[in-house]
């Protein structure tokens, strides 16, 4: 898979209008502002190809990438307050929708700050794919704000703070140093190179 063949696809703002897939996606879920786009722009080598907005709460729609047909797909942000009761409805009706439908969501990256303890948002967003089966891995996003001290304490909190803590891929991610991008890629390698193992037993 080529990184650099990135492209924009198509954004969709209810459950209703996503398209039926058969592409494998990797999907992206995370609070407002938590650098989604930012790590997303990181994994494809490119600088805006995935719109970073400073005003939380600015995506509301799922918008779809493609590389070479795989798809990855950035989740519209939860928890800004300053979002209205019909739009909170509509976020959760359209992320909803596209985590339960019928998709070959290989793998969500749950992103989380690494600096704070983890919202209840995210809390119950991770507590909801550990519910339905669904694979993920959390990225901690932001590390290179924190000392080695304190990455130390925030390691230990999160074993507590996160449920399932100790069955939980996590990789700490920095969109200013590149950390964690070369892992998450190698995560999404190893996922296309099973499915490519499963063809040939199939053959």
């Known amino acids: 898979?080529?990184?650099?063949?990135?492209?924009?696809?198509?954004?969709?703002?209810?459950?209703?209008?996503?398209?039926?897939?058969?592409?494998?996606?990797?999907?992206?879920?995370?609070?407002?502002?938590?650098?989604?786009?930012?790590?997303?722009?990181?994994?494809?080598?490119?600088?805006?190809?995935?719109?970073?907005?400073?005003?939380?709460?600015?995506?509301?729609?799922?918008?779809?990438?493609?590389?070479?047909?795989?798809?990855?797909?950035?989740?519209?942000?939860?928890?800004?307050?300053?979002?209205?009761?019909?739009?909170?409805?509509?976020?959760?009706?359209?992320?909803?929708?596209?985590?339960?439908?019928?998709?070959?969501?290989?793998?969500?990256?749950?992103l989380v700050d690494s600096r704070h303890e983890p919202t209840k948002d995210d809390v119950q967003m991770i507590d909801f794919m550990i519910d339905n089966e669904m694979p993920f891995v959390i990225a901690l996003t932001k590390a290179d704000k924190l000392n080695k001290t304190e990455r130390r304490k925030r390691e230990e909190a999160f074993m507590s703070e996160i449920p399932c803590a100790d069955q939980i891929t996590m990789v700490w991610t920095s969109t200013v140093t590149g950390e964690g991008i070369s892992e998450l890629k190698e995560i999404f390698e190893e996922l296309l190179i099973d499915d490519d193992d499963e063809e040939l037993d199939e053959e």
Do not use: C
């Open 1 to 110: 898979m080529n990184y650099n063949h990135a492209v924009f696809e198509a954004a969709y703002g209810t459950s209703k209008q996503l398209p039926k897939e058969n592409n494998i996606e990797f999907a992206f879920a995370g609070h407002s502002n938590v650098g989604k786009s930012s790590l997303l722009n990181a994994i494809f080598g490119r600088k805006a190809l995935a719109k970073v907005s400073s005003q939380p709460g600015k995506t509301a729609t799922v918008n779809f990438y493609d590389i070479d047909g795989v798809k990855f797909v950035d989740l519209p942000g939860y928890g800004y307050a300053k979002v209205s009761l019909n739009d909170k409805k509509r976020w959760a009706d359209l992320v909803e929708g596209y985590l339960m439908s019928d998709r070959d969501i290989r793998l969500v990256v749950q």
